[in-house]
C-alpha cells in the first residue's frame, strides 16, 4: 500500500513563498513519476507539475518561472517549492503518484 503524506501549506501574502513536501511510504519517486495538482471547491483538479522518475519536470502554463518540482529520493520526499504566489494559486494542492493521492494540504494566498 502507497501512502502519501503532504505538508507545508498555509496562509501567505501575495508575493509570498511556500515549500510544500510530500513524504511516500511503500514506493519511491525514483521508480515513477510524481505530480503536484490542486483544487478549489467546484472545479476539477488539475495538475500544476510532474516530475518523471528521471527528473524530467512539467509545469502548467499558469505556474511557469514561478514554482519548481523536485525530489529527494534518498528522503522519499516530493517538493513543490512555490514562489510569487497569487491569490489564483488558493487551493488544496494534493501529491499524487502511481495513483495514489495524499489528503492534501491547504494553500490560502490573500491580496
Known amino acids: 500500500q502507497v501512502q502519501l503524506v503532504e505538508s507545508g501549506g498555509g496562509l501567505v501574502q501575495a508575493g509570498g513563498s511556500l515549500r510544500l513536501s510530500c513524504v511516500v511510504r511503500?514506493?519511491?519517486?525514483?521508480?515513477?513519476?510524481a505530480g503536484w495538482y490542486r483544487q478549489v471547491p467546484g472545479k476539477e483538479r488539475g495538475m500544476v507539475a510532474a516530475?518523471?522518475?528521471?527528473?524530467?519536470?512539467y509545469y502548467v502554463d499558469s505556474v511557469k518561472g514561478r514554482f519548481t518540482i523536485s525530489k529527494d529520493n534518498a528522503k522519499n520526499t516530493l517538493y513543490l517549492q512555490m514562489n510569487s504566489l497569487k491569490p489564483e494559486d488558493t487551493a488544496i494542492y494534493y501529491c499524487?503518484?502511481?495513483?495514489?493521492w495524499g489528503q492534501g494540504t491547504q494553500v490560502t494566498v490573500s491580496s
Open positions: 499524487a503518484h502511481r495513483g495514489f
Open positions: 516530475i518523471s522518475k528521471g527528473g524530467d519536470t
Open positions: 511503500g514506493s519511491s519517486f525514483s521508480i515513477d513519476t
